[in-house]
């Protein structure tokens, strides 16, 4: 059991940048991929993007490619999502995923664990 906590959302304007925090505890951080989703209302839950064990390797959306970043401190137990040049289409509820599984997945299904989500608002 891993439990994922998310912090760092909040409102910014169009343009503007917010950093997403994502806290484990529980199990060795190390062993579980991450990833982070999110979900607007009345809609199902999208990916965002993902990082390997190691954090040598990445995977984005199509709609955040080039603007959003997903790395990783192992030593902290900590996973991050910068988020730059932000659009009133990026306002969300964000989630932090875990998946024990060895390959980056885009699938919603694949991750074990969830964080409770963290509002995003950007206003134009």
């Known amino acids: 059991q891993v439990q994922l906590v998310e912090s760092g959302g909040g409102l910014v304007q169009a343009g503007g940048s917010l950093r997403l925090s994502c806290a484990a505890s529980?199990?060795?951080?190390?062993?579980?991929?991450m990833g982070w989703f999110r979900q607007a209302p009345g809609k199902e839950r999208e990916f965002v993007a993902a990082?390997?064990?190691?954090?040598?390797?990445?995977y984005y959306a199509d709609s955040v490619k080039g603007r959003f970043t997903i790395s990783r401190d192992n030593a902290k137990n900590m996973a991050y999502l910068q988020m730059n040049s932000l659009e009133p289409e990026d306002t969300d509820v964000y989630y932090c995923a875990a998946t024990s599984r060895r390959a980056l997945s885009a699938q919603r299904q694949n991750y074990n664990y969830w964080g409770q989500g963290t509002q995003v608002t950007v206003s134009s």
């Open positions: 529980g199990r060795t951080f190390s062993s579980y991929a």
């Open positions: 990082i390997m064990r190691d954090g040598e390797g990445t």
